[in-house]
């Protein structure tokens, strides 16, 4: 069993049966649902690439064959992780190498988003269909933002959604960056006196 798979088995076993709760930093919290889409067959994918330089890496591909996309800890607010079915990821890759896109300066497929950040494939990394699961090839990128703020994760499909699953699609690359104490003590003397209404203050 491949890697990826053991992940959405789990994953399912999770939320097989009801909804939820989850919880992630600054107090974001609610009732949660995955829901996949139907697969795709190899042969569907590859006639998306046949005049195509660069080869879908082996694991997203591998995904794509147990389920072309899916979205991951939906709240009544939210759709915290969701990976995108491939003719829309494909569609989306294209209008945003437009001119003015904000790839426009680098070679990506855009396959999903964690919360508010894009989940990119490094294209470069992609030019060898059979060793390119091996490469790092994952970014994360703020849509609004330019592509010198993307933040490349050092990470393949596979790991990466493991580490995002693991993190209920939280930020897990910055949490080691995190330092900044989410409670607020300027008003109070004591750590009694700490109060729940201190919490998060300025973080929404």
Not at 36 to 54: A, G, M, N, Q, V
Not at 58 to 69: A, I
Not at 103 to 108: A, K, P, R, T
Request: hydrophobic share 35%; proline share 3%; glycine share 6%.
């Amino acid at each position: 069993m491949k890697p990826i798979e053991r992940t959405l088995i789990l994953l399912k076993q999770m939320f097989k049966d009801e909804p939820r709760f989850i919880m992630g930093r600054y107090g974001r919290n609610g009732w949660a649902t995955c829901t996949f889409h139907t697969p795709l067959t190899s042969k569907e994918i590859d006639s998306h690439f046949l005049k195509d330089t660069f080869s879908l890496p082996r694991d997203y591909k591998h995904f794509l064959t147990l389920h072309n996309g899916c979205g991951l800890f939906e709240t009544e607010s939210d759709l915290i992780l969701e990976l995108f079915p491939l003719e829309e990821m494909l569609e989306m890759s294209e209008e945003h190498h437009s001119e003015d896109g904000i790839l426009s300066e680098g070679n990506y497929w855009i396959i999903g988003q964690i919360d508010e950040k894009w989940i990119l494939i490094d294209k470069n990394q992609c030019t060898d269909a059979e060793d390119s699961f091996k490469k790092p090839y994952i970014t994360v990128v703020h849509p609004s933002d330019g592509l010198d703020t993307a933040v490349a994760l050092n990470l393949n499909f596979e790991c990466f959604l493991e580490r995002a699953i693991i993190a209920q699609g939280d930020y897990f690359w910055e949490w080691s960056e995190d330092t900044e104490l989410t409670v607020t003590y300027g008003d109070v003397s004591t750590y009694e006196e700490i109060d729940e209404t201190l919490y998060l203050e300025d973080k929404k």
